[in-house]
C-alpha cells in the first residue's frame, strides 16, 4: 500500500468531476492513506457529502463556521499534520481563489493557512474555453510560481458535449500522480528508454512466434521512473497493460521494429534499460498469405533468421558519448549469478539485472539480483512496483557516482 500511513485532505470544488472525486477518495483508503474531506458549497450541487463520508469514513468539512471543531479552527487544524492537500476536481474559481489568497470559504481559507511544508495539489476540471480562457491560464502560471502542483488536465470530451483540454484525470491517473508526488525524485531532469514485453515475429498474416513476457516488470520501471523525475519513453511489445501515467509509449510487435524504435529515439537518452524479451530469431520466409494446410501434406519449414541485439546496437552507441548509461536484463532458467556476470561483461553494459525467466514471466512478484563492476547484490522478493523503485534508485545512484567522476 503505496500511501500507507499519509493523512490527504481531498477538497472538491464544483464541477461535473465531482463524481470522480468519490473513486478517487476510495482508491486513496485502498493505498493506506487516511483522508479528509473539505468540500465547497458548489461541490455539494455535484455529490452529497453522504457519499464521501461513507467511503472515507471521516466527518465531511463544509463550513468554515462549523462548531464541531472543539476551537472552531477547522482551517487550521484539518491541515495540521497532513502530507497533502489535494483538490480534485478544482473548478477555474477555485483557481482564481488559489492565485490571489481569496479566504471566503472553508477549502480556501485552508489553503491558504497550510503550513509551509504541506504540498497542495490541483487537479483542473472545467470547459474547454474556461481552461483555455487567458484569466485562467494567468491563474495557473501563478499558482505554477508558487509551488503549487497541477495535475491535468486531460483532453477528451466534455460533460458540455464540447471537447478539448479541460477533463480532469481519471482517479487511477490522479492516484499515481499523487503516490509519485511522495518518490525521491533522483531522475530529475534525466530521459530514460525502456523496452517491455514480448515480441512477436510473424510466420504469416494471422500467425506468429512470440513469448510468455507480460510487460510487467518493464511497465513497473517505466512508471518507477516516471515517479522519480524522469522523462519516461517505453517502447513496448504487445501487451494487455495500460501504459503507467505520464509515460510515453510507442507500440511494436517485431523485434526489429522495436530495434528500429529505440535507434530512432535514443539520441538524447541518458539511461537505457532493456526489459523486452525480444526474440532471438523471426521467420526468414513467412509468408505474405495465410499458410493453408493440405490434406496429407507436409508441414510449412520455417526458416529462421537471427534478430538484430538492441541493448549491444545502443551499447555500441555509448562508446561515443558516454550515454546512454545501459540497462540490460537476463532471463536465466539456471546458474544466475555464474551466468548473469558473464552475460553483463559478454554486453559490455554497467549494470544488468539477473532473473529466473520461469518465475517472473507473468507473475506479480519477482527477485532480482544486480550485477555490476563491483559484484553482485540480491533484492529479495517483492512485488514488482517495489523491485523496479528500488532498481530506479540504485541506477540514480550509479548516475550520480559518474557525475561526481567526470
Ligand atoms: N536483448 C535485446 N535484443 C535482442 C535480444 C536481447 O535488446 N535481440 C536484450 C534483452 O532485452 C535483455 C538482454 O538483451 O536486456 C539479455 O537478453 P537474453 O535473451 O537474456 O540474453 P542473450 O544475450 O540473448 O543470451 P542467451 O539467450 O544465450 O541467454
Given at each position: 500500500m503505496d500511501l500507507q500511513g499519509k493523512k490527504i485532505v481531498l477538497g472538491l470544488s464544483g464541477g461535473v468531476a465531482c463524481y470522480k472525486a468519490a473513486e478517487l477518495c476510495r482508491a486513496l483508503i485502498k493505498q493506506g492513506a487516511s483522508v479528509q474531506v473539505v468540500m465547497t458549497d458548489a461541490a455539494t450541487h455535484f455529490i452529497g457529502p453522504v457519499t464521501l463520508q461513507a467511503l472515507s469514513g471521516n466527518t465531511v468539512w463544509l463550513d468554515q463556521?462549523?462548531?464541531?471543531?472543539p476551537n472552531n479552527m477547522a482551517h487550521i487544524d484539518?491541515?495540521?499534520?497532513?502530507?497533502a492537500v489535494l483538490v480534485a476536481p478544482c473548478s477555474a474559481d477555485f483557481i482564481r481563489k488559489l492565485a490571489h489568497g481569496v479566504c471566503d470559504d472553508l477549502l480556501s481559507t485552508l489553503c491558504l493557512a497550510r503550513p509551509a511544508g504541506v504540498p497542495l495539489l490541483v487537479a483542473p476540471a472545467m470547459n474547454v474555453e474556461m481552461w483555455q480562457n487567458p484569466a485562467t491560464q494567468r491563474n495557473v502560471a501563478t499558482l505554477r510560481e508558487d509551488g503549487i502542483r497541477i495535475f491535468g488536465p486531460a483532453a477528451g470530451e466534455q460533460a458540455c458535449g464540447e471537447t478539448g483540454l479541460g477533463r480532469m484525470l481519471e482517479p487511477e491517473q490522479l492516484l499515481e500522480e499523487l503516490i509519485a508526488s511522495f518518490q525521491h525524485k533522483i531522475l530529475a531532469g534525466k530521459r530514460v528508454l525502456i523496452t517491455a514485453g514480448p515480441t512477436f515475429e510473424a510466420i504469416d498474416p494471422v500467425r506468429g512466434i512470440t513469448n510468455l513476457s507480460s510487460g510487467k516488470m518493464g511497465y513497473a520501471i517505466a512508471r518507477a521512473a516516471r515517479e522519480a523525475g524522469a522523462e519516461v519513453t517505453l517502447v513496448s511489445g504487445p501487451t494487455a497493460l495500460s501504459t503507467p501515467h505520464g509515460v510515453r509509449r510507442i507500440d511494436v510487435l517485431s523485434a526489429q521494429q522495436m530495434h528500429d524504435a529505440v535507434m530512432a529515439g535514443?539520441?538524447?537518452?541518458h539511461v537505457f534499460i532493456a526489459v523486452a524479451a525480444v526474440a532471438d530469431w523471426r521467420v526468414a520466409?513467412?509468408?505474405d498469405q495465410k499458410l493453408k494446410k493440405q490434406e496429407g501434406g507436409a508441414a510449412p519449414q520455417l526458416e529462421f533468421v537471427q534478430n538484430a541485439d538492441i541493448l549491444a546496437s545502443v551499447a555500441a552507441t555509448t562508446?561515443?558519448?558516454?550515454?546512454?548509461?545501459c540497462v540490460g536484463f537476463a532471463a536465466e532458467s539456471e546458474n544466475l549469478v555464474e551466468y548473469g556476470a558473464a552475460k553483463r561483461e559478454r554486453k559490455g553494459i554497467p549494470l544488468l539485472v539477473g532473473n529466473i525467466g520461469h518465475h517472473t514471466f507473468g507473475q506479480d512478484e519477482n527477485s532480482i539480483v544486480l550485477f555490476d563492476e563491483h559484484g553482485h547484490t540480491v533484492l529479495p522478493r517483492a512485488d514488482k512496483l517495489t523491485l523496479a523503485r528500488q532498481l530506479v534508485s540504485e541506477i540514480g545512484k550509479r548516475l550520480e557516482q559518474r557525475s561526481l567522476l567526470t
Open positions: 463556521w462549523d462548531p464541531r471543531m484539518l491541515t495540521r499534520g497532513a502530507d535514443v539520441e538524447g537518452q520466409n513467412a509468408s562508446s561515443l558519448s558516454g550515454w546512454p548509461y
